[in-house]
């Protein structure tokens, strides 16, 4: 019986391929290497390896390389987990979730690179945080979206928020700049689908996100983002919930934190539950994500 599913993604499978692990790093792996565990690139499958849009068919080879590469480095854990998902409808599932939100999305984070490349001075930010707000509108992403909260933190030097976001004025907007950005956003997201995936049914099973990615682990503990509910009927209605905090935006006065806040349409205190290590929970606010569910079998974790 599987008790828990480590979700790894892109770059913990790329250092397992290219034998470039750190120690620390493959220690941290091989303590997972247990019976009862099940080890899944579900993560680095929509990621995928072309830095662009993949295909069908991509994927499939996608998938087949990954499986192989987690089958040859643990022993214990469970590794089959793809050989489930490559079946042909969730590989066309897979494509179509990130054709759906490629456009928008893609444009958005586009502007954002090549808006932000350098820092902002003082007496600019409120102006250009009306843009980036005008521009989500007008493209119709949400302020809610990680997407357009990780741009925010950005533009008032939130440094994860940079190193993930990738701004560049000669390289911003370019397919495989926006691919990599975005893939970083929506693995956060995406894990959260998963993992609420995981806990609905009769069996209850834990969920753990691994990367090497020291960003993302930093942005994620910095939002303190965590799933929030999750409905399944013809579609997966997931909730993402994160906190908004003065340390995710390190250039904001106190007039500006508030401003931010309004934004987000966040406007008194809402406490949370305050997590060791993670930035303090006072603003709560929570991302709705819609999957089109298609029609087969569901995926089980054993």
């Known amino acids: ?4 599913v480590y979700c790894v993604d892109r770059n913990v499978i790329s250092k397992i391929k290219d034998k470039s692990l ?3 790093e493959e220690a941290l792996l091989r303590s997972i290497d247990q019976e009862g565990h099940r080890v899944s690139p579900i993560l680095a499958s929509f990621e995928g390896q072309v830095g662009v849009l993949q295909t069908v068919e991509q994927l499939k080879l996608s ?3 990954d499986t192989a590469a987690l089958a040859g480095f643990f022993k214990l854990a469970l590794t089959d987990d793809m050989a489930k998902v490559a079946h042909q409808e969730h590989m066309r599932a897979i494509v179509n979730r990130q054709n759906e939100r490629w456009d928008a999305y893609a444009d958005f984070v586009g502007y954002t690179q090549r808006k932000l490349y350098q820092p902002i001075a003082k007496d600019k930010l409120k102006f250009v945080q009306r843009e980036l707000a005008q521009e989500a509108t007008r493209l119709g992403v949400e302020f809610s979206s ?4 990780c741009a925010i933190a950005c533009l008032y030097q939130q440094q994860d928020a940079h190193e993930i976001l990738k701004p560049s004025l000669k390289l911003g907007g370019t397919p495989k700049r926006v691919h990599n950005a975005m893939q970083d956003l929506a693995s956060i997201g995406l894990y959260f689908t998963v993992s609420m995936y995981f806990s609905v049914g009769p069996q ?14 930093r942005f994620m503990a910095l939002t303190n983002a965590r799933a929030g509910a999750l409905l399944v009927t013809d579609q997966m209605v997931s909730e993402s919930k994160f906190d908004l905090s003065r340390e995710m935006f390190p250039k904001a006065s106190e007039a500006d934190f508030k401003g931010i806040c309004e934004l ?3 406007t008194e205190d809402q406490p949370g539950d305050i997590l060791p290590g993670y930035a303090p929970p006072s603003y709560l606010r929570e991302v709705r994500v819609k999957i089109n569910i298609p029609r087969f079998p569901r995926i089980t974790a054993d």
Do not use: A, C, P, Q
């Open 146 to 149: 990680i997407y357009f909260l």
């Open 63 to 65: 998938i087949e390389k």
């Open 1 to 4: 019986m599987i008790r828990h």
């Open 22 to 24: 750190s120690s620390e």
């Open 204 to 217: 209850k099973i834990e969920s753990t996100y691994i990367t090497f990615d020291g960003w993302v682990n």
């Open 264 to 266: 987000f349409g966040v």
